[in-house]
Nanobody
Framework: QVQLVESGGGSVQAGGSLTLSCTAS????????SAWYRQGPGKECHLVSS???????DYADSVKGRFTISRDNAENTVYLHMNKMKPEDTGVYYC?????????????????????????WGQGTQVNVST
């Protein structure tokens, strides 16, 4: 079975930084594309960033220049480094694999992340950014 476990969430003031971790069992991130999603107050699930097996990264426009996704294959862990954080970054962050729709990552899911109905998802970690 596949299990994804996120950690590193917490509370931070605007302008601060947090790093999230996602460690997998039952799959290898070296062989599997992965992504971070955020579930905001409206409970919609939005793609934040992704990383492919060849190291290609993508970011939502709202986080470009502030967030960095990375991977440590030896640790089978994907990270999301969040800098210059803003209140709108607040939400539950989920690590995911295989959330593909139409040949690409599903970017805007009109459901809670865990109700997507496909893909592999972690349990989520809460991030709160205060002013």
């Amino acid at each position: 079975q596949v299990q994804l476990v996120e950690s590193g969430g917490g509370s931070v003031q605007a302008g601060g930084s947090l790093t999230l971790s996602c460690t997998a069992s039952g799959l290898s991130f070296a062989d599997t594309d992965s992504a971070w999603y955020r579930q905001g107050p409206g409970k919609e699930c939005h793609l934040v960033s992704s990383i492919s097996t060849d190291g290609t990264t993508d970011y939502a426009d709202s986080v470009k220049g502030r967030f960095t996704i990375s991977r440590d294959n030896a640790e089978n862990t994907v990270y999301l480094h969040m800098n210059k954080m803003k209140p709108e970054d607040t939400g539950v962050y989920y690590c995911a694999t295989d959330v593909f729709y139409g040949g690409r990552w599903a970017a805007d899911i009109s459901r809670r992340c865990l109700y997507t109905g496909f893909g592999n998802w972690g349990q989520g970690t809460q991030v709160n950014v205060s002013t």
